[in-house]
């Protein structure tokens, strides 16, 4: 079984790990599992509490029917993330090496690829880069937890970057 972030560094020996797309200042919130096993636990606990009694008068307070956002909030930026997690094995990339690809050109890379693939593969076959790809790669993605703290009482018990050294890092590293 490869790595939950395999599908990301798969070209960590070629081009891909020495790139980046856009500005590579977007924060992301990656989530440890555990934290996540520890929100749902909190909304079955705070649901069996409330079977059979009247909703509380302050609606803020209710936990049943309700969505939670739930993360580390503990945003990284995209890339440093990669970077940490890379320079777990025995391949680090030095910052040196990074070389900053806009997004637009990302975009029109992706777009011919896309066409390229299509077009030769007679429909059957995507391409391995997408502007899909490059959208995720560059978005800002950070989530607000409160109402899960106010609510649940949910506090990240671990933080992302404690567990990196501990998680399928073997599955990474080069022989």
């Known amino acids: 079984m490869s790595a939950p972030w395999a599908g990301w560094l798969p070209l960590r020996d070629g081009v891909a790990c020495g790139s980046r797309w856009g500005m590579a200042r977007n924060p992301y919130d990656f989530m440890y599992v555990g934290n996540l096993a520890d929100a749902y636990l909190l909304a079955a606990h705070a649901l069996l509490n409330a079977w059979g009694r009247p909703q509380p008068t302050d609606p803020s307070v209710w936990a049943d029917g309700e969505v939670f956002n739930i993360s580390n909030d503990d945003p990284w ?73 106010r609510v649940l009482g949910y506090c990240p018990a671990v933080g992302v970057g404690a567990k990196i050294p501990n998680r399928n890092v073997y599955s990474l590293r080069k022989d």
């Open 77 to 149: 930026l995209f890339w440093d993330f990669q970077s940490a997690v890379l320079a777990l094995t025995r391949n680090p990339i030095r910052p040196e090496d990074i070389v900053v690809i806009p997004k637009w050109v990302g975009l029109v890379i992706g777009f011919l690829g896309e066409w390229v693939v299509w077009a030769i593969s007679g429909r059957t076959r995507t391409a391995d880069m997408t502007r899909e790809d490059i959208r995720f790669s560059t978005l800002i993605r950070t989530l607000d937890i409160s109402k899960a703290k």
